[in-house]
């Protein structure tokens, strides 16, 4: 009985933390889903799956957002995690004043998100800002315009800010997994003549790749989910070129305060990413102990 | 080959650095040079009134110790539990395993901004509304799944028999996984930590929403004071972002010496 229970007992805080506080919540904001709320008498009528069919049938803003969405996410993860790894990588390797350098490049992660932002829109902006007089150097402008503003292209805006703040996540910790791959096995495979590229394929890599593949699984719902630099450099504009489902989210609820169609947006987006989590579960299972 | 590597550091430190060096540039420019100039890379005249504006006449101070009693408590609350969670996750075949990791997986997609008032509510019910130990507890609740995860991936890195064989010597395993385990993993606990203490210290829509005392705010919600409905005070905005980093700096270069040593130290030899 007593080894039934022990891996409860080390699981009871994080379970009793996650119910009260996450779980509790979550089923209170899905429950929103059913309701239409009232603003002006302040009550809620239950409408059952009303709002889902709405939903369904006539919104184009949210199929428009879907795609943003997967762009956003799909650019933003492919940078980070890209720039990331090469970073841990070089610093794994070591060079003269690591130890200062090293701390100064995990400071974007530090910063809040809407400081990130409203740093970027001056970044961007030509009278506050030198990136447009870069780009025009660069011959991506013709004259320097506000990326931001170009329904085009704004999307990359949002981006770059996002490749900024989140390489230093997947520095730290591809970092700390690299770390924890001992030295001998790199000893033992330089003896039987493998190093370089081929060590970094058949050793680190494979070894690395539990780390990799719960980052990589996270971090995209996190993305995905990460609507505050949009909202600040954009606010889904122009013309919803920038629209995300999270920030449709945010704009459904606070600024158009219709909380139930919010939760019904939040329950597809959830969705979306369940199915996601259980692609990226099922490859992860076949390489480790995970479940 | 190995200059390539400076080249490459280079470009990743003008990358991170260059935003961060703007905002410096905007702190120290003078509120009417800020737009009369242009773009330029250096003020004409430079001043350090918006420093002495955050640190002296506002209450930054008390903002910035908020944010470090809240991040800290955070970081070191999150890494011990998610220690044990993750070490459960990792050792234990267990009933019910796979619906609890899905549970943790399904906590982190939804919105944050449709659990803002039901939690509001939990807090209210327990008497944490507007009090740092409420935002310690919130924080603590959502890091925990990711940390969890990292604590579970990197328990499986490391090797089950050295914790075997100190229970066979009569360790308890509360015992060899402090003592054998949990020193194997320092790199995963720096990491874990680095990672609350920097999601702890960045936060403001939970800190926004949950505190109203001036004297309990964090310093994210603190710097939202410079944007009132009529403008924004960019100079001492940007002057408070740059003191904010000073303290994360430091809290890295104390960490990153976890995450650097590793199994370096050998302990699988012999």
């Known amino acids: 009985m007593t080894k039934f229970l022990t891996p409860w007992y080390y699981l009871a805080p994080t379970i009793l933390f996650i119910f009260l506080l996450v779980l509790v919540p979550l089923i209170t904001g899905v429950s929103y889903a059913f309701y239409d709320f009232d603003l002006i008498s302040g009550t809620r009528d239950f409408v059952g799956l009303d709002q889902f069919f709405r939903l369904l049938q006539d919104d184009k803003i949210f199929s428009m957002s879907l795609i943003n969405t997967l762009f956003w996410t799909a650019a933003s993860l492919f940078f980070q995690f890209t720039f990331g790894l090469m970073l841990a990588l070089i610093l794994n390797h070591g060079f003269r004043g690591i130890r200062l350098i090293q701390p100064v490049l995990f400071v974007p992660w530090a910063v809040p998100s809407f400081l990130i932002g409203l740093m970027w829109v001056w970044m961007f902006n030509p009278v506050t800002g030198p990136l447009p007089y870069l780009f025009e150097g660069l011959g991506l402008m013709e004259k320097p315009e506000n990326l931001l503003s170009d329904p085009d292209h704004a999307m990359w805006g949002p981006i770059i800010a996002n490749v900024w703040f989140g390489i230093p996540f997947f520095a730290i910790m591809l970092l700390a997994a690299r770390r924890t791959i001992p030295n001998e096995i790199y000893e033992a495979a330089s003896i039987d003549g493998v190093s370089g590229l081929d060590a970094f394929r058949h050793i680190t890599l494979p070894l690395m790749a539990p780390t990799i593949l719960i980052t990589l699984l996270v971090r995209a719902i996190w993305i995905a989910n990460f609507a505050e630099i949009i909202i600040v450099m954009t606010n889904g504009g122009p013309a919803n070129s920038t629209q995300i489902v999270a920030t449709y989210i945010y704009d459904t609820a606070y600024q158009k305060m219709d909380f139930g169609y919010a939760s019904v947006l939040s329950i597809a987006l959830l969705i979306l990413l369940m199915i996601y989590g259980l692609i990226l579960g099922r490859i992860r299972r076949k390489m480790t102990t995970f479940l | ?270």
């Open chain 2, 1 to 270: 080959m190995k200059y390539g590597k400076y080249l490459i550091i280079s470009a990743f430190l003008l990358f991170t650095l260059f935003p961060v060096f703007w905002m410096l540039k905007i702190s120290l420019t003078p509120d009417r040079l800020l737009f009369s100039e242009g773009v330029v890379m250096w003020p004409s005249r430079v001043t350090f009134d918006h420093y002495y504006a955050v640190l002296v006449e506002g209450s930054f101070p008390d903002y910035f110790l908020n944010s470090f009693i809240v991040s800290a408590t955070t970081a070191i609350l999150v890494t011990i539990i998610a220690s044990l969670a993750g070490y459960a996750l990792s050792r234990f075949q267990f009933k019910g395993k796979v619906a609890l990791i899905t549970v943790l997986l399904i906590t982190q997609m939804f919105p944050i901004v449709m659990v803002i008032a039901p939690i509001y509510n939990v807090l209210t019910m327990i008497n944490l509304v507007d009090s740092l130990t409420g935002l310690i507890l919130v924080y603590t609740a959502f890091n925990l799944p990711f940390a969890c995860f990292l604590m579970q991936t990197f328990f499986d890195g490391t090797p089950v028999e050295l914790e075997e064989a100190a229970m066979i010597d009569g360790c308890s395993r509360l015992e060899a996984l402090e003592k054998i385990t949990l020193p194997l993993c320092l790199p995963g606990i720096g990491a874990t930590l680095g990672f609350v203490f920097t999601a702890a210290w960045s936060e403001l829509l939970f800190a926004l929403m949950f505190i109203n005392r001036q004297s309990q705010m964090t310093f994210p919600a603190g710097i939202m004071n410079f944007v009132t409905k009529f403008s924004v005070d960019w100079g001492q905005m940007a002057a408070a972002m740059i003191l904010a980093l000073i303290p994360v700096c430091i809290f890295f270069a104390y960490i990153q010496k976890f995450i650097v040593q590793g199994l370096t130290a050998g302990a699988l030899k012999g």
